[in-house]
Each structure stands twice: as structure tokens, then as C-alpha cells.
């Protein structure tokens, strides 16, 4: 079991634990961090690692697990691109969030949310299990074209509200209540998680890793796969349907309030809450679930129970 995984275990036990831990892992200074001095940090990880049973002590050790977390895939033991790091998801995603939730016009919706999906799914294929084995076809290709199929689906999704006002020429204020403040929120929602199910999809059509308490490789489930590409559409739902919906009614108590006096301030301020909820959010839907997931063994397949007394099992659920 890789390093960044027993340090999962042993310090995300509870939402609490992970969401802390997040908070730090996503400060986007790791991303200044160069590849040598990450090397350097995961190699002295290893040479110093022990049995990660205990919470950790040292502070020094805590800082070069973060950076652990924040940089190198789990499952292959290699650096991330910094593009695809998780620190570099809310300065990436931020300004298509904003852009997106303020288009009027159904084409330039498309564009901006064809661009945002096409950043999400690269860094859920980037940051995905890395286990999935594939034989008489490339894995990659096939996950290219359904990210590249879902990315367009979920674009063409977004902007089709647009498309049905401006058409019809629905200019009255229900219609405009509906399609500008309350469709945007489940669209985004279902959409992104729409995006995860299909680009992790081998890793339920072919199975993932589990391992037992020890780290050793105990087979290939399906259905561990299955929990782990669920769990994390549904982390990412939550994550973007919240950042679209809790910004609109905010912004609605600011203008029934008159907290803002001056209409030109309404955009700034807009923007401002759209980035508290993202930055409060992220590290909320990172912690809905364990890092390192688990699965009991009454949900496991039979081939795999054969070889083993183990009760449960674990895996890298991915982000």
C-alpha cells in the first residue's frame, strides 16, 4: 500500500480529520514546490516510513506528507502535472465558474461550459484509480472518448436552457427565474457528476485493486470499482450543484436586504461569494468519503474471497 494511502488511513478516519487535512493539502503554494524537492520529500517518506497506526507527531513529517498528498498519484507513485494537481483545481475552476453562471447568450454558454467540463474530466482522469488493466484495447483511448463525449454531452446540456428562452423568445420573469437562477444549480450538479461515471468507467467495467490491512494486493474487484467512481460523481455533484445554487440565494438576500447600495457593486460582491462557497466547498466534498475507501467482505465478488480471511478491504478511491 503506498505511503500517501496509510497516511489516509491512519489520519481521515473521520469527515473531520479529512477536511483539515484537505484544507492543507489544496493550499495552491504546493504548487511552487519543484519535482526534485518533491522526490526528495516522498524519498525521505519512504526511508523513514513505519507503520502508520498512530497519528503523526512531527510537524516536519505532517508538511512532507502534504505535499505527498498534493503531488504524487498513489497509485503510480509519479508526479502529478501541476495543471491537474489538487491545489491548482480552485484557481483553474474559479474563473469558468464565474464566467459560466454569467452568459446570456446559448453559444457562449456552450464554449465556457465545454471548456470547464474539458478541465474537470482531465483532472479526474489524471487523479482517477490508476489500476484498471484493459486487454485487446488502450485504456487511455477509451477513456479519452468518453471524456470527450461526456464533455460535449454536459456542454450541450448546460447551455440548452438558453437555447429554449432564446428561441421562444420566454422573456417573462418565472421563465427567467427558472432558467438563470434555479436550472443552473442541478445541471452543473448532475452534469459533473455525469462526467466522473463515464471518463472512471473501466475502472468498474474491469475492476480495481484491493488490498488487505497490510497493503498486499488480494485481487481485481468490479464492485470496489463500482463504489469508488459513485462515491466521487457524487462528491463532485455536491461540490458544483452547492457552488451555483448557495451564491444565487445569497445574492438574493443581499438584494432584498439592500445590504448593497450601489448596483455596480453587485458583480464584485457576486464574485467574492462565488469564491468563498468554492473554497469552502472543495475541501467539503474532498472529505464526503474516506481517501482510502473501504469495502466489507460480504460486498466482494467470490473469486477474490477464496484467497483470503480478510473482513475488509481497501482501496484508492480516487478525487
Not at 502529478?80 to 491545489?87: A, G, K, Q, S, T
Not at 463500482?226 to 448557495?246: D, H, I, N, P
Request: hydrophobic content about 45%.
Amino acid at each position: 500500500m503506498d505511503a500517501n494511502l496509510r497516511f489516509w488511513r491512519a489520519e481521515g478516519q473521520s469527515f473531520f480529520q479529512r477536511f483539515l487535512l484537505w484544507a492543507d493539502a489544496l493550499d495552491p503554494l504546493l504548487l511552487l514546490k519543484s519535482s526534485n524537492e518533491i522526490q526528495r520529500t516522498r524519498l525521505s517518506i519512504l526511508i523513514n516510513e513505519k507503520t502508520l497506526s498512530e497519528p503523526i507527531q512531527n510537524n516536519q513529517t505532517k508538511k512532507d506528507f502534504l505535499l505527498s498528498l498534493s503531488s504524487v498519484h498513489p497509485d503510480t507513485d509519479k508526479i502529478i502535472p501541476v495543471l491537474f494537481r489538487p491545489p491548482a483545481f480552485m484557481p483553474i475552476t474559479l474563473p469558468l465558474v464565474i464566467i459560466s453562471s454569467v452568459q446570456r447568450h446559448a453559444r457562449h454558454s456552450f464554449f465556457w461550459q465545454f471548456v470547464f467540463h474539458t478541465y474537470t474530466t482531465a483532472f479526474t482522469l489524471v487523479n482517477g484509480n490508476g489500476t484498471p488493466k484493459a486487454q485487446g484495447y488502450s485504456l487511455q483511448q477509451k477513456q479519452l472518448l468518453l471524456g470527450l463525449g461526456a464533455i460535449s454531452y454536459s456542454a450541450c446540456v448546460g447551455a440548452l436552457p438558453l437555447v429554449f428562452m432564446n428561441r421562444y423568445m420566454l422573456k417573462n420573469s418565472l421563465m427567467h427565474l427558472v432558467v438563470r437562477k434555479l436550472l443552473p444549480a442541478p445541471l452543473l450538479g448532475l452534469t459533473s457528476a455525469f462526467t466522473v461515471a463515464m471518463v472512471r468507467s473501466p475502472e468498474f467495467d474491469n475492476g480495481i485493486e484491493v488490498m488487505d490491512k497490510n497493503g498486499k494486493v488480494i485481487g481485481v474487484s468490479k464492485k470496489a470499482g463500482e463504489k469508488a467512481v459513485m462515491e466521487t460523481a457524487l462528491s463532485r455533484a455536491v461540490l458544483f450543484g452547492t457552488t451555483f445554487f448557495l451564491p444565487e440565494v445569497l445574492m438574493h438576500c443581499v438584494q432584498r436586504a439592500r445590504i448593497v447600495k450601489n448596483p455596480r457593486a453587485l458583480g464584485p460582491v457576486r464574485m467574492f461569494v462565488i469564491m468563498s462557497v468554492l473554497a469552502g466547498m472543495l475541501p467539503v466534498s474532498f472529505s464526503m468519503f474516506p481517501q482510502c475507501g473501504e469495502i466489507k467482505r460480504a460486498d466482494l465478488e467470490p473469486e477474490i474471497l477464496s484467497s483470503t480471511e480478510e473482513t475488509v478491504f481497501f482501496y484508492n478511491r480516487g478525487i
